[in-house]
């Protein structure tokens, strides 16, 4: 095949190619043998005329379409290998001639992965990472978990305070209106946590049991629901109960309820300690490694990203989030009526950063095309191996389902971060 690349603009190009007179010959045996099928010609039985007959009636030309359909796909992609180019989006096809007897001339207007010129990946240096753990965080997560072994107890005859739960009723209306999702009944409402509108928390706090409370606020220019965004809002509303938060004693039996595997307050303390540096190394790691990740992107030029590339960027992001969503039984209608989006909000949220995450994939790939790094067989079959265990699927399933290019992708980028992030410094 003679296949021809001219660059046009910065990411697209024309490839011209030629498809050869003897698989045109085998793509249109192919076209006629699917045409044949459902042809009623007098003195054949369907399906069984022969191809001299139909050449005769309607001319081998009638099967070029059909011919070129089948031919294409495999012709375009041995195009693109001959070439040595990386498309990023569906080409936009063009019949130059398909003249009987001589080769087919396709010219395809492709866009193309964008070229990279890498600056400095290795040595980077990276803001100094704090992993220590002191008493005083200690001492914040165990009050945290106290707060979790607290009990509420009712307050009789005295007024809510801030960190008190209030049991209310409430009816909500925007100019004298009711409105969807504005009305509960029996609801156990923290003051103080930030749950609800601003301001409504707050004026409940001074009130007992059995009061009843005009609560006045105003939805926030943002909120959710458009129709309710920046308007005025009255919600009656009735107090059933007080209560108060009782924590528990700091104390070695508190440690035991806490902690199975501990028998005092100061080996809880010690395993918390120890839990937070864990916590506090991994967050530093992730740090470190977003860093100099985001110094080796922006060390690298990249004239202009492809808006399809973008356009894909999104759309994953979107597809691998609506996924997770249904694994927790949460389908997309069921999603954008309990959140007030819609599926646009949602894109233009993951577009806001798609360029960000494009860029830093091609500089990875940039590094792994650098460094020659090659994945080898026994590295792929540990990632197979990883894979099964964290989607719980059988190893042969894995395997099915993503190519040795696709592992090997996969693998090339985790090695690439691993030296950008092995090599850098802290200061």
Do not use: C
């Amino acid at each position: 095949m003679a296949a021809k690349w001219e660059k046009k603009d910065t990411n697209t190009g024309v490839l011209t190619f030629e498809i050869e007179q003897d698989q045109i010959k085998e793509g249109l045996s192919k076209a006629f043998d699917r045409v044949k099928k459902n042809l009623n010609v007098p003195g054949f039985r369907k399906g069984h005329v022969s191809r001299t007959v139909f050449n005769r009636m309607y001319g081998e030309s009638a099967l070029y379409e059909d011919a070129l359909n089948i031919l294409l796909p495999g012709s375009y992609e041995a195009a693109v290998d001959e070439a040595g180019i990386e498309p990023v989006d569906q080409p936009k096809i063009d019949i130059d001639s398909m003249d009987e007897g001589k080769p087919w001339v396709i010219t395809a207007e492709v866009t193309v992965k964008p070229e990279v010129k890498l600056g400095d990946y290795k040595g980077l240096t990276v803001d100094k990472q704090d992993r220590d753990v002191t008493d005083e965080d200690v001492a914040k997560e165990l009050e945290t978990k106290r707060e979790g072994q607290a009990e509420l107890v009712l307050k009789e005859d005295a007024a809510a305070a801030k960190g008190d739960t209030v049991t209310i009723d409430y009816v909500g209306t925007v100019d004298g209106e009711e409105f969807d999702g504005g009305s509960a009944t029996n609801y156990a409402l923290e003051l103080g946590s930030g749950s609800f509108i601003p301001g409504f928390e707050d004026q409940l706090i001074g009130h007992k049991a059995d009061e009843d409370v005009t609560v006045k606020v105003t939805f926030p220019e943002d909120y959710q629901a458009k129709d309710l965004a920046g308007k005025e809002a009255e919600f009656k509303t009735t107090i059933h109960e007080v209560k108060s938060k009782e924590l528990p004693a700091l104390d070695d039996d508190f440690a035991k309820d806490l902690d199975e595997d501990v028998d005092t307050l100061d080996e809880l303390k010690l395993k918390i300690k120890s839990d937070l540096q864990q916590k506090k190394v991994e967050a530093a790691e992730d740090a470190l490694q977003e860093q100099a990740i985001a110094k080796a992107v922006e060390n690298a030029t990249i004239e202009e990203i492809p808006e399809a590339m973008i356009d894909s960027e999104t759309q994953n992001q979107y597809d691998q989030y609506m996924g997770s969503m249904q694994q927790q039984g949460i389908n997309p209608q069921m999603y954008f009526q309990l959140t007030g989006t819609s599926e646009a909000d949602l894109k233009k949220q993951f577009a806001a950063n798609a360029e960000t995450r494009v860029k830093t994939n091609l500089v990875l790939e940039a590094i792994v095309a650098a460094e020659k790094i090659e994945p080898t067989e026994d590295q792929i079959n540990e990632e197979i191996k990883d894979l099964a265990g964290e989607y719980n699927m059988e190893e042969s399933a894995v395997r099915r389902a993503l190519s040795d290019d696709m592992l090997k992708h996969d693998i090339g980028v985790k090695q690439a971060i691993k030296l950008i992030t092995d090599s850098a410094k802290e200061a």
